[in-house]
Nanobody
Framework: VQLQASGGGLVQPGGSLRLSCAASGFAFRLNVMGWYRQAPGKERELVARITSGGIPNYADSAKGRFTISRDNAKNTLYLQMNSLKPEDTAVYYC?????????WGKGTQVTVSS
């Protein structure tokens, strides 16, 4: 299993970013996928999750601002983040939850600052 997140960067408050996660080594289209984030000094937390059929689920902090999506033909997971706030600053991780363990990719840093 390989998960490679990209698309992070520095953005001003109110701005937008689109994260991507390229997946390989497993049947992407058959699996639930998720985005998590971890801010300095805090525990890793769920941002959003999407079923194999495309049904999303969001943390309260992401509702109305973030959109998770997937392209099963490209084995790619996305997170569109709008109206970003300084408290969204974190390392964002792509996640594959399996029955026996979770898989994580290297994260991508998102910094929201003026």
């Amino acid at each position: 299993v390989q998960l490679q997140a990209s698309g992070g960067g520095l953005v001003q408050p109110g701005g937008s970013l689109r994260l991507s996660c390229a997946a390989s080594g497993f049947a992407f289209r058959l699996n639930v996928m998720g985005w998590y984030r971890q801010a300095p000094g805090k525990e890793r937390e769920l941002v959003a999750r999407i079923t194999s059929g495309g049904i999303p689920n969001y943390a309260d902090s992401a509702k109305g601002r973030f959109t998770i999506s997937r392209d099963n033909a490209k084995n790619t997971l996305y997170l569109q983040m709008n109206s970003l706030k300084p408290e969204d600053t974190a390392v964002y991780y792509c996640n594959l939850p399996r029955y026996d363990r979770d898989y994580w990719g290297k994260g991508t840093q998102v910094t929201v600052s003026s």
